[in-house]
């Protein structure tokens, strides 16, 4: 069965960085690009980036720009997320989403990390 | 601010049935019949309940089905259970790079 699992919460200090692991299994890795999604304490869904494994190819949110990196590793069937120059705004859970091509959603999501920015 | 507009909340009583809207743009929902919905619980990942405008995966029940009528899609959950109390999120395939947008979401209160 298809199965996403993300890493550990994080607590992180203002103007550091953090990098969260999504570990696939279940499927062929390269056929699905994987999305990442945030939400933030009581809000909803924010749209942040997507990667091609086959090609790493990335398309990420304008608001993200410069702050984020997102790479894949097919010999070990996981994609990272990794966001800079965090502030107090990046607390939230971060998700990572499987996009199905002949759906177009996503149809299988990770468990979630916390991530917690705090001085 | 979201893309696609939902209510902020809705609510029903047990056995009634209820309507979530989600309304869009011809870039995304009218544009394209691959509208999803999402349950999710407190504490928990999103839970996809409708793809393709009026599908169902494996294991959804029957009571939760979906429409779509130009720029907007709805959700229909029927017969409501307490255990359906959650917050709904609507998405869209769309044009833009992204190809993913999402609803603000709605909190479904059972009564």
């Known amino acids: 069965q298809v199965q996403l699992v993300q890493s550990g919460a994080e607590l992180k200090k203002p103007g550091a960085s953090v990098k969260v692991s999504c570990t696939t299994s279940?499927?062929?890795?390269?056929?699905?690009?994987m999305h990442w999604v945030r939400q933030a304490p009581g809000q909803g869904l924010e749209w942040m980036g997507r990667?091609?494994?086959?090609?790493?190819?990335?398309y990420k949110a304008q608001k993200f720009q410069g702050r984020i990196t997102l790479t894949s590793e097919p010999s070990i069937n996981t994609h990272y997320m990794e966001l800079t120059t965090l502030t107090s705004d990046d607390t939230a859970i971060y998700y990572c989403?499987?996009?199905?091509?002949?759906?177009?959603?996503?149809?299988?999501w990770g468990q979630g990390t916390l991530v917690t920015v705090s001085s | 601010q979201s893309a696609l507009t939902q209510p902020a909340s809705v609510s029903g009583s047990p056995g009634q049935s209820i309507t979530i809207s989600c309304t869009g743009s011809?870039?995304?929902?009218?544009?394209?019949?691959?509208v999803s919905w999402y349950q999710q619980k407190p504490g928990k990942a999103p839970k996809l309940v409708i793809y393709?405008?009026?599908n169902r995966p494996s294991g959804v029940s029957n009571r939760f089905s979906g429409s779509k009528s130009g720029i907007t899609a709805s959700l229909t959950i029927s017969g409501l259970q307490a255990e359906d109390e959650a917050d709904y999120y609507c998405?869209?395939?769309?044009?833009?790079?992204?190809?993913?947008?999402f609803g603000g979401g709605t909190r479904l209160t059972v009564l």
């Open positions: 990667i091609n494994p086959k090609s790493g190819g990335t």
């Open positions: 279940g499927y062929t890795f390269n056929d699905y690009y």
């Open positions: 393709g405008v009026n």
């Open positions: 011809n870039t995304d929902i009218g544009g394209y019949d691959y």
């Open positions: 989403a499987r996009w199905d091509t002949s759906l177009l959603t996503g149809d299988y």
């Open positions: 998405s869209s395939y769309t044009t833009y790079s992204s190809n993913w947008v």
